[in-house]
């Protein structure tokens, strides 16, 4: 069966400092894969999706990146955090034409 | 621009009483329409689909082209439906599904 994971679970990180959080699946290939935060009295927003290695989408500009290094892993990265970075960040993926997104357990991020 | 609205950030109803859970979208073309919930302590996971017209947990929604929506109803709440609830709008783009999700409206069942 399919599972996905998000590492880390929460993350603490002074303004300035650099972020990687990652998403890999398992039990599928050639995914689809989505990036969101889910911030307070903004609900669920899409950052990034990708429809294969290397093929990201970007939905707002602001200061994080994605990658997709390999088919079953996504990273979300940032050089410098700014304060309007914490949140709780979402991986999603879904088998490319069929109905449903899978969620991760997600990563509370919190900038100081 | 393609829009998911969900009016009410928190919906307050006892045992027993109906629920709506209401949700508007704005998109041109033909909409594929999702309820997913959000348990506490757990992941979120898919309520149900409009194309399904499935019940779930005693919950309906009907999508109602006309009036742009697809509220969330069921007859009798449970305090196990407690919850946060997210509308989502499926949409083909760029070569992928992508989903827009509307801000969520957080139920709780009063005993």
């Known amino acids: 069966s399919q599972t996905i994971h998000q590492w880390p679970a929460t993350l603490v990180q002074p303004v300035g400092s650099p972020l990687s959080l990652e998403c890999t699946v398992e039990?599928?290939?050639?995914?689809?894969l989505y990036w969101y935060r889910q911030a307070a009295g903004r609900g669920l927003q899409l950052l990034f999706y990708s429809v294969g290695i290397g093929q990201i989408s970007s939905e707002v500009p602001q200061n994080l990146s994605a990658s997709r290094p390999q088919d079953r892993q996504f990273i979300l990265s940032s050089k410098k955090l700014l304060l309007s970075d914490s949140g709780f960040y979402l991986c999603?993926?879904?088998?490319?034409?069929?109905?449903?997104?899978?969620f991760g357990p997600g990563t509370r991020l919190t900038v100081t | 621009a393609q829009r998911v609205t969900q009016p009410e950030k928190l919906l307050s109803v006892f045992k027993g009483a109906p629920v709506e859970l209401k949700c508007n979208y704005s998109y041109s073309g033909s909409p594929e329409l999702f309820w997913y919930v959000q348990y506490s302590r757990q992941r979120l996971q898919l309520l149900l689909r409009h194309i399904s017209r499935e019940s779930i947990k005693g919950f309906t929604a009907d999508l109602n082209k006309g009036e742009t929506s697809f509220h969330l109803k069921k007859p009798f709440a449970q305090e196990e439906d407690s919850a946060m609830y997210y509308c989502a709008l499926r949409l083909w783009t760029s070569g992928t599904y992508k989903y827009i999700f509307g801000t969520g409206t957080r139920l709780k069942v009063l005993a």
């Open positions: 039990g599928t290939s050639n995914p689809n």
């Open positions: 999603a993926w879904s088998p490319g034409q069929l109905y449903e997104q899978y």
